[in-house]
């Protein structure tokens, strides 16, 4: 099986919470069979960095990390990164990585 980039982000008290709804949303919207490409695909997130960054900065950020390898984000067996990012109301996390497609 092959493994494909993601890109998503969610809201929630917590990161915990935020990245168990981005999961859930991400297993209603492409099935629970595995293989998705998904964020459904992950049993966890590592937060990569703490300073709170615009969506389009973390998205270079995410999409940086990713290019070239970190060790952090590079399996698709492995977590999820996650960036916090500004936003309104609750915490909200970009979540990035490869999962298995």
Do not use: H, N
């Amino acid at each position: 099986m092959g493994s494909a980039t993601f890109y998503t982000t969610a809201s929630g008290p917590t990161l915990e919470a935020a990245f168990e709804q981005a999961r859930q949303e991400a297993a209603f919207e492409y099935g629970r069979g595995g293989y998705t490409g998904t964020i459904a695909e992950k049993d966890e997130a590592t937060l990569i960095d703490t300073a709170l960054l615009t969506e389009d900065d973390a998205m270079k950020r995410a999409s940086g990390l990713i290019d070239i390898g970190d060790p952090r984000v590079e399996g698709k067996w492995g977590p999820a990164g996650a960036l916090p990012i500004r936003a309104d109301g609750e915490g909200t996390w970009l979540f990035s990585g490869w999962a298995s497609c």
